[in-house]
């Protein structure tokens, strides 16, 4: 009789074990997750781990270098902006702005899209029609130019640009959820799903939903990276979160005056919008090919 040992030795990997393996293949899909990893836990981290409060002013040390520059101090690490503030800190404290409130919009966004396209999807004639036709109309509009008409209706503050993100991606997720049930419920094993007598809500959530998982992944991740992009164009613009706010946007547009005289106040921000948004959309490249491999290999 097998020993126990044994018995786990040879264990069926779970679904997740399954899905790192495929993952693990591709050398740039370990690195963006790492990456995005690692800024999520400085986004948390933030209030604890920033050398200073982000609108703390220094007299001392305006448009102070980084410290490897000759002129700059280890205190202010990436150095200072025209107003004497610690960019490291300020950088640390906008990830909320410009990473933790797009995770928000996004899935709040995702909650509600993912549900209206599912049941648009099951649905037939006339309302399914309707709404693919309305879905199309409003899909014309870019992401970007819809968010400021919404914007300039309600105003620059916070709370109204969640808002208008949240607006801008739910007509993304429905059309996309919409089009992969409508074109899953006419294929053969729903079809004997529903000869076999199952529920409508079981064939919309264990039959349909776990095969188009690779459509849902990549509309998360798209999703995620146009809020990321968007919310960041809003404050460059002005549009955005307000200063003294240390968003990321807020502080590329308040740095182009400064980017001759003192180029590391854009540097910092600008790699850091950069390696969020490619580290998301190699992430979600990569977590479809692996689960369309699982799905193969299954």
Not at 193 to 213: K, Q
Not at 254 to 262: C, P, T
Request: net charge neutral; with cysteine; proline share 6%.
């Amino acid at each position: 009789m097998p020993s126990k040992s044994i018995y786990y030795q040879y264990r069926e990997p779970s679904p997740l074990r399954l899905l790192w393996l495929h993952m693990n293949a591709n050398p740039f899909a370990v690195v963006a997750f790492y990456i995005f990893s690692f800024l999520i836990l400085l986004m948390v981290l933030s209030p604890v781990i920033a050398p200073y409060s982000p609108d703390a002013q220094f007299s001392g040390a305006i448009s102070q270098p980084p410290a490897w520059h000759e002129l700059g101090q280890i205190q202010y690490l990436f150095g200072t902006d025209d107003l004497g503030r610690d960019l490291l800190s300020r950088v640390l404290a906008g990830s909320v702005y410009s990473l933790g409130y797009p995770l928000l919009a996004t899935t709040v966004a995702a909650l509600i899209g993912i549900s209206i396209g599912a049941w648009a999807g099951m649905s037939h004639g006339v309302q399914s029609s309707t709404l693919n036709h309305l879905l199309d109309v409003v899909l014309s509009i870019p992401s970007l130019l819809l968010a400021l008409v919404i914007i300039a209706i309600l105003g620059p503050a916070l709370h109204n640009i969640m808002i208008a993100i949240t607006l801008v991606l739910i007509p993304q997720f429905i059309h996309s959820v919409h089009n992969a049930f409508y074109e899953e419920r006419t294929k053969d094993y729903v079809a004997a799903s529903r000869l076999n007598g199952c529920s409508r809500w079981y064939i919309l959530t264990r039959v349909i939903f776990p095969n188009i998982t690779t459509v849902v992944v990549m509309q998360v991740t798209f999703a995620l990276s146009t809020a990321i992009l968007d919310i960041a164009a809003l404050g460059f613009l002005g549009l955005g979160v307000q200063a003294p706010a240390p968003e990321w946007g807020t502080m590329l547009a308040r740095s182009l005056d400064q980017v001759y005289l003192a180029p590391w106040t854009m540097i910092l921000p600008g790699v850091a919008l950069f390696l969020t948004v490619l580290s998301i959309n190699v992430l979600g490249d990569s977590l479809r090919a692996a689960i369309q491999e699982r799905v193969r290999g299954t």
